[in-house]
């Protein structure tokens, strides 16, 4: 097929654009006991390294070698083996026994060690995988299930997620026996320092009072007994954002028309949307649109194999009616929903039945129908997260 290429090129660009080792070596200097980032930097001689999330072992990787440690953990949803650091593997999207490990080494470390200054490296997924809570972790893991499924925005989720914890919402930092600096890699539409991995290391936005609120509003109130207030003010942490999806677009795409990188709602509507500039590009002379975000789908029941970036090619579909435009859907992570997919492409060439394809969002099984037709994207995880990504493309059939 004539688009295979092209799409290919693009997922390995923009793939190639959100590994944060790229980013790394651009904006943080390390020179021998000086660490500086952004044009601040900062005297150690004793560094605890913490790197939590998709993204931890490619970013610990770039200081392991670079800073003079006296300790490094590694918090990460895949093992890799790490020289001279500790590598703890946890769960994500819902929290197990090795995110509680995590937490207990993570706040034991900031208690016990003696150190001078805290790295800690936060990336997408952290709010799963550390953790240290008073609930018991199937009560832990029944909430996040819930939540995962519920509907609510990533923020909302992370504001309960954060009123439940021991660490989250700037608790770690208080832990902390001296300055905390975070680099963060952001998964977040609008990139809030509170909502990245929950905050564990910067001042809490949310309430306690707006986590009620989101639990109420899907009916899981039960759960307010273990909410407990976060810290508004912390003196020792300095937050530095390294890499996001708009950073990828900028560097990357900067001769496409570039929408946003916070694109929210309903995946299918999200399809839907692309679908209509797709349409009217006759009248636009549109030609090349690209944009990030995390639309959202909403499971009730039992699920197939799906994922958001499988129902917004297969909203996309059903809106279209030209077909000299090819969309591609891809999740920075490598992993979209519960499938093994990255994502999925819609191009000229391909037809599904339109019963199909909306039995298939109907059930959420979009990638068990894309996958038959060849248009299921697999990467492998990629050891980063920075979003979806979509891209609207026209082609020549």
Known sequence: MREVGTIGELVNKALKLSDPRYWLARKVEVRGHEITVEGKSYETSRTLLIAVGKASVPMAEYFVNKVPLVRAIVVTPVFVSLRDAEVIVAEHPVPGEGSLRAGEVVVEALKKEDYDLVVFLLSGGSSSLLELTDMSLEELRTLNEKLVKSGLSINEINAVRKHLSKIKGGQLAKLSKSRVITIAVSDVPGNDPSTIGSGPTVPDTTTVEDAKEALRRVGLEGYEKYLRETPKEIDNSDFFLLLDAMTVLKEGFSDWLVLTSEARGE??????????????????GISKVALAGEPEVRVEGKAGKGGRNGEVCLGYYLGRRVKDFALLALASDGLDGNSEYA???????????????????ELHDSYGLLERYGRAIRTGFT???????????????
């Open 267 to 284: 995946a299918k509507s999200l399809g839907l949307f692309l679908a209509s500039i797709a349409n009217s590009s006759p009248s636009t």
């Open 343 to 361: 994502g999925c492409y819609v191009d000229g060439e391909l037809y599904l039945d339109k019963g199909e394809a909306l039995s298939a969002l």
């Open 383 to 397: 050891f980063t997260n920075v979003n979806n990504f979509y891209f609207l493309l026209r082609h020549s059939r």
